[in-house]
């Protein structure tokens, strides 16, 4: 994977019906009662991940890299604001920060109430989404902070620049919070 890859990402607000699918997922998080939103960060691959190749098991490894990265960077920016956050470690589908029993495996059924689908292939199951199909490779981080623009999306060249542009302040506030989530800090 010799350039960056290109992302979505895409934010939901946790509503009462989409805190009961992530019920026991952070133990001690009341997902119903505080405002909580979801961020999934997907990096488009070269390779369709229903496609098993020594190829495409080594592009996944460096993009489950590059996403862990970029969560540690999500993860400090809400710390930095006092705010709890937690992501999805995508190689296990565990909690990276919090000993939780449930996990949230990439190909989850739960992740189609965040906009991807999910493929029954008979021997395998693939995620897939409308923008990559099933050449992505994502992960997810929930944060106590809803005050975001909702379902929205940004697609980018990562981790560098973002080709995404809103005219309301709210949403150029969003575009900022998000180019600070795909920044890389060096």
């Not at 019906?17 to 998080?29: I, M, S, T």
Request: charged share 20%; net charge neutral.
């Amino acid at each position: 994977m010799a350039a960056s890859p290109k992302c979505e990402v895409r934010t939901n607000p946790v509503t009462k019906r989409l805190a009961r699918n992530f019920d026991g997922l952070f133990p001690g998080r009341d997902l119903v009662q505080e405002p909580h939103l979801i961020v999934t960060v997907a990096l488009q691959t070269q390779h369709r991940q229903s496609a098993m190749s020594d190829e495409m098991l080594t592009e996944r490894q460096e993009c489950f890299k590059v996403l862990m990265e970029r969560m540690r960077c999500v993860k400090a920016h809400f710390d930095g604001k006092d705010q709890w956050c937690d992501f999805i470690d995508p190689a296990t589908g565990a909690p990276f920060h919090t000993d939780s029993a449930t996990t949230l495996v990439e190909c989850d059924e739960r992740y189609r109430s965040l906009g991807f689908e999910i493929l029954e292939l008979g021997c395998c199951r693939s995620l897939c989404n409308e923008r990559f199909g099933q050449c992505l490779v994502m992960t997810s981080a929930f944060n106590d902070n809803n005050n975001y623009y909702y379902n929205s999306s940004c697609y980018c060249s990562c981790p560098f620049s973002c080709s995404y542009y809103k005219t309301n302040q709210q949403q150029q506030q969003q575009q900022q919070l998000l180019q600070q989530f795909l920044l890389i800090r060096r």
